[in-house]
């Protein structure tokens, strides 16, 4: 990956990262309003952008998030960033823009997705 296009997902990510930061940081103040339309289960989804309306407490799948997100910067500083986990090909900048902690391309992401239905 370019450098240029790793600097870019470096400050994407950093962004996400702080403001899930920012959402707990409130709710931990009590400065919060809960709303439950703000607790949809669409953080996962293709768009992968952080609900900014977001003011919840930290839950579990933004701690998760927050971990990918430190072991994608992680990457980013290895230079590992952009390969998928499971064939080591390119996971591709248009997957990576939708959803920057992307860990496998969309061909074994498909694959996993479908083994998880079989089996859930
Ligand atoms: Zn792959």
Same mark, same amino acid.
């Given at each position: 990956?370019?450098? $240029?296009?790793?600097?870019?997902?470096?400050?994407?990510? #950093?962004? @996400?990262? &702080? @403001?899930?930061? &920012? %959402?707990?940081?409130?709710?931990?103040?009590?400065?919060?309003?809960?709303?439950? &339309?703000?607790?949809? &289960?669409?953080m996962d989804s293709a768009s992968s952008e952080? %609900?900014?309306?977001?003011?919840? $407490?930290?839950?579990? $799948? /933004?701690?998760?998030?927050?971990?990918?997100? /430190? @072991? *994608?910067?992680?990457?980013?500083?290895? %230079?590992?960033?952009?390969?998928? /986990? %499971? =064939?080591?090909?390119? #996971?591709?900048?248009? $997957?990576?823009? *939708?959803?920057?902690? *992307?860990?496998?391309?969309?061909? =074994?992401?498909?694959?996993?997705?479908?083994?998880?239905?079989?089996?859930?």
């Open positions: 990956m370019r450098k $240029r296009d790793l600097e870019k997902f470096k400050k994407i990510l #950093i962004a @996400q990262r &702080d @403001q899930i930061a &920012d %959402n707990a940081k409130r709710a931990l103040s009590g400065d919060v309003h809960l709303d439950p &339309d703000d607790f949809s &289960d669409e952080i %609900n900014l309306s977001f003011t919840g $407490r930290l839950r579990e $799948r /933004e701690r998760h998030l927050f971990g990918k997100i /430190e @072991q *994608a910067l992680a990457k980013i500083e290895s %230079n590992e960033y952009g390969s998928c /986990e %499971n =064939c080591g090909e390119e #996971i591709g900048l248009k $997957r990576l823009e *939708a959803r920057p902690v *992307a860990e496998l391309c969309i061909d =074994c992401k498909s694959e996993q997705e479908r083994l998880e239905r079989r089996l859930g």
